[in-house]
C-alpha cells in the first residue's frame, strides 16, 4: 500500500495531511518542505516530485509570499504577503491534480511581528472552507520561539482552536533555530537556546493535543539556518529520542514516536545526521538555501556556457548578423534553473527516504 491508496492527488488538508505524516514516521521517511517564490519554482518542485513519484510540501515564506505577488507593492500591513501567500496557494490547488501526486501547501515563519500576515491567510482559509468545505492551505507555521514559553503555547492554543475545525495543521516551534532566514536573525542567539529541553516539548504536545492532533513540532537540536563550514554546526538528533521517550511514557503511548517533528534549518546537512532525525520521528524537513543556489547554478551555468550568444540581440560566435533570442529567450534559462532546483529537490527527497513512495 502507498500513500495514494490512502489520500488522493493534489492538495491535501485535513485528516489526509496527519494521514500523510503517520504514513512517512511509520515507514521511515520524510518529507521536504522546499520554500517558493515564483510559478517556476513551484513548478520545479512539482515535477521533481513526480518524476520520483513522492508527496511534497511547497510553503511560502512573508517575504517570499510579497515577491510573489510583486515587490512594486506596499507590505507594510502584510497586504503584498498575504495577496502573495493566498495567490500562491490558489495556484498550487490549480496546477497540483496534474501532477498526480499529494501536495501539502504550507507557511513557514511567522513570527509574532507578522501575526497579521498569519490572520490574512487564516481569513482566506475561512472563506475558502465557506466555499469549498476544506482550507485554502493545508498547514500554517507560528514561530513563537523567542517569546516565553508559556505565551508561545498559549498563542499557539488558540490559533489552533480556530485552525482544527476547519482542517488546517499547525506546526510550532520551540527553542530556536540559530543562523538568518528572511530577516529574522538568530545568530548571535545564545548557544544553549539551540537546544529545546523534553519537559517543554511535553508542555507543547499536553496543551495542543488537549485541541487536536493535527499539528508538528519544530525542536531544536542544534538546527542552523544557512549552509556553514563543517564543524560549525554541531547536531544532536539523539535529542529527539528523548523527547519522545519522556511523552510516551507521560501518555503511555503505544507508539514510541507520538510526536510529529520538523527538521528547521537542514540545508547542509550531512546524511546520516538527516536518517537518524528521521528515525526519531522528523516527517517534515526545510530545504531553502540549498535550491537557491541550486536555481542559481543552471542559470549561471547556462550564461556562461552561451557567453557568445548573450552580449546582444544580434551578433555571436556564428555570425555578425545572426539573432540570439532563442539564449535570452526567459523559457530558456529560467528553465536551466528549474532544472538544476528540480535535482536538488530530488537530493532532499532520497536523503529522507522520500522516493516512490505513493
Not at 95 to 119: N, R, T
Not at 141 to 156: F, H, Q, R, V, W
Not at 192 to 209: F, M, R, W
Not at 302 to 307: L, P, T, V
Amino acid at each position: 500500500m502507498g500513500i495514494l491508496d490512502i489520500v488522493p492527488a493534489g492538495v491535501i488538508t485535513g485528516d489526509d495531511v496527519r494521514k500523510v505524516f503517520q504514513y512517512a514516521q511509520d515507514n521511515g521517511f520524510a518529507i521536504p518542505a522546499v520554500n517558493c517564490t515564483s510559478t517556476s519554482t513551484i513548478n520545479a518542485v512539482l515535477e521533481a516530485a513526480r518524476d520520483i513519484q513522492s508527496p511534497i510540501i511547497i510553503q511560502f515564506s512573508q517575504g517570499g509570499s510579497a515577491f510573489f505577488a510583486g515587490k512594486g507593492l506596499p507590505n507594510k500591513k502584510q497586504e503584498a504577503s498575504i495577496l502573495g501567500a493566498v495567490a500562491a496557494a490558489k495556484y498550487v490547488r490549480e496546477v497540483a491534480p496534474a501532477y498526480g501526486i499529494p501536495v501539502i501547501v504550507h507557511s513557514d515563519h511567522c513570527a509574532k511581528k507578522l501575526l497579521p500576515w498569519f490572520d490574512g491567510m487564516l481569513a482566506a482559509d475561512e472563506a475558502y472552507f465557506e466555499q469549498h468545505g476544506h482550507p485554502l492551505f493545508s498547514s500554517h507555521m507560528l514561530d513563537l520561539s523567542e517569546d516565553p514559553k508559556e505565551e508561545n503555547i498559549a498563542t499557539c492554543v488558540s490559533y489552533l482552536k480556530k485552525l482544527a475545525p476547519i482542517g488546517v495543521w499547525l506546526e510550532m516551534e520551540i527553542g530556536i533555530t540559530g543562523g538568518e532566514e528572511d530577516g529574522v536573525n538568530n545568530e548571535s542567539v545564545d548557544n544553549a537556546s539551540l537546544y529545546t529541553q523534553p519537559e517543554d516539548i511535553y508542555d507543547v504536545y499536553k496543551a495542543l493535543s488537549e485541541v487536536s492532533p493535527n499539528f508538528s513540532i519544530a525542536a531544536a537540536f542544534g538546527n542552523v539556518h544557512g549552509v556553514y563550514k563543517p564543524g560549525n554546526v554541531k547536531l544532536h538528533p539523539e535529542l529527539l529520542g528523548k523527547h519522545q521517550e519522556l511523552i510516551a511514557a507521560k501518555i503511555k503511548s503505544e507508539s514510541n514516536k507520538p510526536v510529529f517533528f520538523v527538521f528547521h534549518g537542514g540545508s547542509g546537512s550531512e546524511s546520516d545526521e538527516i536518517k537518524e532525525a528521521v528515525g526519531y520521528g522528523v516527517i517534515k524537513m526545510n530545504v531553502d538555501t540549498d535550491t537557491q543556489w541550486a536555481y542559481w547554478v543552471g542559470i549561471k551555468d547556462f550564461y556562461e556556457s552561451k557567453r557568445g550568444y548573450l552580449q546582444s540581440q544580434v551578433g555571436n560566435p556564428e555570425g555578425e548578423d545572426k539573432p540570439n533570442k532563442k539564449y535570452y529567450d526567459p523559457r530558456v534559462w529560467i528553465r536551466e534553473g528549474e532544472k538544476t532546483m528540480l535535482k536538488r529537490t530530488q537530493e532532499a527527497c532520497q536523503h529522507l527516504g522520500n522516493v516512490n513512495t505513493l
